[in-house]
């Protein structure tokens, strides 16, 4: 789970701005995925991308958008037509011979 | 597409006893079958997980059964301890290193 790292840890945005979320591994994992985690409720696949310049939607990818430049790196970006974008949100990543996804420690993010 | 559920939503038991929590999947291609806890704010964590070659794994005071024909599999927990209490997440993937689908979890409270 060290192997990966999200920040910031805590972010406020304004109605109306788009703000990016970090996400990075030096597991040398293939495949990161990003999750939505609402109060009382699992977790709900945003995007993911199992190789460099290549991603797919996941459930709830409206009013998101993600890049895969580097392995290591996949960036989410909440954008301003995600209406109701206040949550907690979990990066992952696993290799693509094995089956274990690891999580990053989340980002918290609130519309104020 | 693969769906899971999970039940119950909530369980509380007297420290000691036995917990237990189910899950059932649609997908029968589904062969993979890891089980997450995640303590409050943090990450979930990967605590034991199954294949569909196996009908059941345990780990210490953890076992994970499956019933193929059946599509559902459980977590029981024997001997709960207050560190038990979290949110339980059951999950399924359809191929290795692919992307999971996770059930709504439950949350466990074990009381002293």
């Known amino acids: 789970d060290g192997g990966i790292t999200q920040s910031p840890k805590y972010l406020f945005r304004k109605e109306g701005q788009n703000v990016t979320l970090s996400c990075e591994q030096n597991l040398n994992h293939d495949a990161m995925y990003w999750y939505r985690q609402d109060p009382g409720q699992g977790l709900r696949l945003i995007y993911y991308?199992?190789?460099?310049?290549?991603?797919q939607k996941g459930d709830i990818a409206e009013g998101y958008s993600v890049s895969r430049e580097k392995k290591e790196s996949f960036p989410l970006t909440v954008t301003s037509a995600q209406k109701n974008p206040t949550a907690f949100y979990l990066c992952a990543s696993n290799a693509l011979n094995t089956d274990t996804q690891y999580f990053g420690p989340g980002t918290r993010l609130t519309v104020l | 597409g693969e769906n899971v559920e999970q039940h119950p939503s909530t369980l509380s038991v007297q420290e000691g006893d036995s917990a237990v929590i189910k899950c059932t999947y649609s997908?029968?291609?589904?062969?993979?079958f890891p089980w997450y806890k995640q303590e409050l704010g943090k990450r979930p964590q990967l605590i034991i997980d199954?294949?569909?070659?196996?009908g059941e794994k345990k780990d210490q005071r953890i076992a994970v059964t499956l019933n193929k024909t059946a599509k559902h599999f459980s977590l029981h927990i024997t001997e709960t301890q207050p560190e038990d209490s979290a949110v339980y997440f059951c999950a399924a993937s359809i191929y290795q290193g692919g992307k999971l689908i996770f059930g709504q979890g439950t949350e466990l409270s074990v009381k002293p």
């Open positions: 991308s199992q190789i460099v310049n290549d991603f």
């Open positions: 997908d029968s291609a589904s062969n993979y």
């Open positions: 199954i294949r569909s070659n196996v």
